[in-house]
């Protein structure tokens, strides 16, 4: 049964391994339901957020899934509206890694609000002066998006496809896909935007509030950009990790360098604006506010190094590494920069949300200190398995990617000289042996 | 926010951003709708079969895709657009005119029988022009002796309707469940069996136009040779490892030599099926 569901021409392994690989994670996924139901039956107490510090470990980590998952929007953006057709080799990757992310971060921010019931509270009574609002909105929107992107998925299964009506429906939807990439396009516009826009306008927090540029403010802008450059980079880690798990090869080279090109041309726009932004925070915005930055960076343990540490060390060397051609060529360099710029966001994510409201804003105020209880990380940890299970069935029942064929054909080609040496099946006709001998030393 | 609901207020704000946003759904909504609608269109319009083929034709690797053209070695290298369907290709009538002619023509291509009298399709499936202007149909001497012993064959019924890359003829065998391209559009107007050498009769649609897809007997030798390659790298992404040999001649009992192999894979690749 379980082979008629794997797509014909692929190898999966067997049925047992594959049982083997995903119980550890249904633990996990069952450890993080159990701390989930804690929070909800019993109360946020269970969490170690207060009302000073209501910020957490899931704010932080959803901020960080959401950038990360930008790659679903951008990749979609790239493919469908700009026409660039080697993003044909990830975009159902991008598009199932998006709706992990996604429906992950609602997931949190359901347990985290507290009152999932009256989530429909939100859309009916919605604070029209909350940047909130439009995140909301947005989110739910993309969410649907992404679920009716993750369809065609779904039915390219073997046997889903067998019926006529859904293979059509599949055949029908991928055509209109474009219109799906623009409305993600918009909406991760404003989403992403509107996440960091929510820091921005925190007048009573002089760490994270900026200047308005038209109705946003600056952090509005620096979101939307490095979720751009974030998204491609976390599309090719997740893909080069899938290919050393299943010890096979998915997508081109090419593809790899075009996405390590693409996170750079974004990375370095984010690293001149953040740098641009700060420089205008640090000499007008912050001591307009009565606040000398570097005062911020003198509390405790977050120095200027974080500073230093976000904006060069994970911002501009990484920017710098992508956008050489030479050294995108080397496969190191380029993981290893894709792995600092997914980095750089969750370093981005963690400052925006526990820096800012650790650090104290009036007189009497202390630097507060904030770790999650096990019942937040166990939560987010249902986050990590859910997401790990759901890639794990897509990928051995549906095709993910769709080069994987092609380059199996590759990987398993042997050498014409191993066929000449086993002649079990074959009979020898000289003009075939020369044209053989013609065609290994063309390889 | 909805204007029947206490907090809306007919300003600007709230009117722009409740107009955005039912756009935003809106939108959605009439796309899938209009996904639906057209599902509903291809199956009243009979397109199921065509939107199949597509499906499996995009699923193809570009090694697989390559056009006749290219086997035949006017073209260095071109992938075929038309889904293996050269009644819509512009360049194919081009290529055709170019074509030399005298060539040597064989009933047996590297130890396969290929009839010259015989159009090939690139599923591995014939057509042959009767007296009466009807044709048969069977399944070429490569595809047999890859497809093997089979449990049964399911035929189309008779006064059924085929299309070009529709399904054609159901091979079940006890690994896999494969279907065989139609090579022509047309009503069968008969079955025959492995006995009688064919498998279906078919009064064409357009009997001028009906065949100009399907590879001619001096296009044959260098499409079977290309057939081999894929069948030697179906094997090689099987599990088989190392175990043919460098061309050659088929032999009949081919299985037999590969019970470990995913033939089911295999079928899939060389009868173009996804």
């Known amino acids: ?443 | 926010m909805v204007p029947w609901v206490y907090e809306f207020h007919w300003t600007a704000f709230h009117v722009t951003f409740l107009l955005i946003f039912f756009t935003v759904f809106v939108t959605v909504a009439a796309t899938i709708i209009i996904a639906l609608r057209r599902t509903q269109q291809d199956e009243q319009q009979h397109r199921m079969e065509s939107i199949q083929w597509h499906s499996d034709f995009e699923d193809l690797a570009p090694a697989m895709k390559v056009c006749r053209h290219e086997l035949n070695g006017d073209v260095q290298h071109r992938v075929c657009d038309n889904e293996f369907d050269c009644r819509s290709c512009t360049l194919h009538p081009v290529f055709s005119a170019r074509k030399k002619k005298g060539s040597l023509l064989q009933y047996e291509v590297y130890g396969f029988s290929m009839p010259p009298y015989r159009l090939y399709h690139r599923g591995h499936t014939w057509v042959q022009q009767e007296d009466d202007g009807t044709f048969k149909v069977g399944i070429d001497d490569f595809g047999s002796r890859i497809i093997g012993r089979p449990h049964s064959i399911e035929l189309p019924p008779i006064g059924s309707h085929l299309s070009v890359n529709g399904r054609g003829i159901l091979v079940r065998r006890s690994d896999s469940t494969i279907r065989l391209l139609s090579p022509i559009d047309g009503e069968v107007i008969g079955h025959g069996n492995s006995e009688k050498g064919w498998y279906l009769k078919v009064r064409a649609d357009n009997p001028e136009r009906a065949t100009t897809h399907l590879l001619k007997a001096e296009e044959v030798p260098n499409w079977i040779l290309r057939e081999m390659e894929r069948l030697q790298f179906s094997f090689a992404t099987s599990g088989v490892g190392a175990t043919l040999a460098d061309g050659g001649e088929l032999v009949p009992d081919f299985h037999k030599h590969f019970p470990k192999a995913d033939w089911d894979s295999v079928l899939g690749q060389m009868f173009l099926e996804a």
């Open chain 1, 1 to 443: 049964m379980d082979k008629l569901l794997i797509p014909r021409g692929l190898q999966r392994t067997t049925f047992e391994k594959f049982l083997l690989w995903i119980i550890p994670w249904l633990a996990l996924l069952a450890v993080g339901a159990y701390a989930i139901y804690l929070c909800l039956a019993e109360g946020l107490f269970h969490t170690n957020m207060d009302n000073r510090f209501a910020f957490g470990i899931w704010i932080f980590l959803d901020l960080t899934v959401i950038a990360l998952g930008a790659g679903a929007f951008f990749t979609g953006f790239l493919l469908y509206i700009l026409r660039r057709k080697e993003l044909k080799a990830v975009i159902n990757s991008a598009v199932v890694i998006g709706l992990i992310c996604y429906s992950g971060a609602v997931l949190v921010l359901m347990v985290d609000v507290g009152q999932p019931l009256r989530a429909w509270f939100t859309f009916w009574h919605p604070n029209t002066h909350s940047m909130l609002t439009e995140v909301t909105f947005c989110l739910t929107c993309y969410l649907i998006v992404l679920l009716i992107e993750y369809v065609p998925i779904v039915l390219k299964n073997r046997q889903l496809r067998q019926i006529p009506k859904f293979l059509v429906f599949e055949f029908e939807l991928h055509k209109l896909m474009p219109v799906f990439a623009g409305i993600g396009t918009f909406l991760s516009f404003f989403h992403q935007g509107s996440l960091g826009g929510l820091f921005g306008v925190l007048r009573g927090r002089p760490f994270a509030f900026r200047e308005e540029l038209g109705i946003w403010p600056s952090t509005f802008f620096l979101f939307v950009i490095s979720a751009a450059a974030a998204g491609p980079s976390f599309v090719m880690l997740t893909t080069t990790l899938v290919e050393k798990i299943t010890r096979k090869r998915l997508v081109k080279d090419e593809v790899y360098r075009f996405l390590g090109k693409v996170s750079g041309c974004m990375l370095i726009i984010y690293v001149l604006l953040k740098s641009i932004d700060t420089l205008i925070w640090i000499n007008s915005t912050s001591p307009g506010n009565g606040f000398p930055a570097f005062e911020f960076y003198a509390t405790q343990s977050f120095g200027t190094w974080i500073l230093f540490t976000e904006i060069v060390v994970l911002g501009l060397i990484p920017a710098l590494v992508l956008l050489s051609s030479r050294l995108r060529q080397n496969k190191r360099y380029l993981f290893g920069a894709g792995f600092l710029v997914c980095s750089g966001i969750m370093l981005n994510r963690f400052v925006m949300t526990i820096q800012t409201l650790a650090l104290p804003t009036l007189p009497f105020d202390n630097f507060l200190t904030y770790a999650p209880s096990w019942e937040e990380v166990a939560a987010f940890a249902f986050v990590i398995a859910y997401g790990v299970i759901l890639y794990s069935l897509t990928f051995r029942y549906s095709v993910i990617f769709p080069q994987e064929r092609e380059l199996g054909q590759t990987n398993g080609e042997l050498s014409m000289r191993e066929f000449a040496q086993s002649r079990s099946v074959f009979k020898q006709p000289k003009f075939v042996t020369r044209l053989i001998d013609t065609f290994s030393s063309t390889k």
